[in-house]
Structure formats: C-alpha cells, structure tokens
C-alpha cells in the first residue's frame, strides 16, 4: 500500500519562501513518476512539477518557472517542492502524487494519469 504524506504548507507574505516535503511510503515497482499539483477554490487540479525518479529533466508549469524548484531524496523516498517569490495566486491546496511505469516521453501533467495520492497541504499567500 503506498501513502503520501505532504508537510510544509502555511500561511506566508507575498514574496516569501516556503519548501514542501512529501515522504512516499510502500512499494512502487521500479521508477516512477512523482508530481507536484495544486488546486486553488473553485478551480480545477493543475500540474505545478513533475519529475521522473529515473532520471530526466522536470518539467514546470510556466506560472511557476524560475519560483519552484522540485527536487527528490530517493535514499528518504521524499520529494521537496522549493517555492520562492510566492504571489497570492499560488494559494492553493498542493499535492503530491506518485504513478508507476516507464514514461519515454517524460511525466505527465495531467493530474488523472496519477494513482497515488497524498492528503494535501495548504498554502497560502497573502
């Protein structure tokens, strides 16, 4: 059974710093892919980072290219989301999630391809 447990969120000053952790937890077969998303009131779940365990470049929504910076620990299972220069727009509920399989094309964005899901953790920036 795999958990992901998403820490770090809080309430921050537009222009602050916050970093998100999420530890994954169990068994996901060989590498995999592990997502940064977001879902602010009323609007649907987006894409924030996305990263292959195995290697390759991440890929960054363009509203948060050269703000955030996703990273991963695979010897802690844990993933980190580094958020600088926050604005109020990036209030939201963020999410980390994990899908296993050999993506040759790089990650998806799209929040459906992803079947491990943490709880969520909220940021918000005023």
Known sequence: HVQ???SGGASVQSGGSLKLSCKVSGYISGSYCMGWFRQAPGKER??????YTGGGTTAYADSVKGRFTFSQDNAKNTAYLQMNSLKSVDTAMYYCA???GTWSEGCPVAPHYYDHWGQGTQVTVS
């Not at 987006?46 to 990263?51: C, H, I, N």
């Open 4 to 6: 992901l447990v998403e």
């Open 46 to 51: 987006e894409g924030v980072a996305t990263s």
């Open 98 to 100: 994990a899908v296993g």
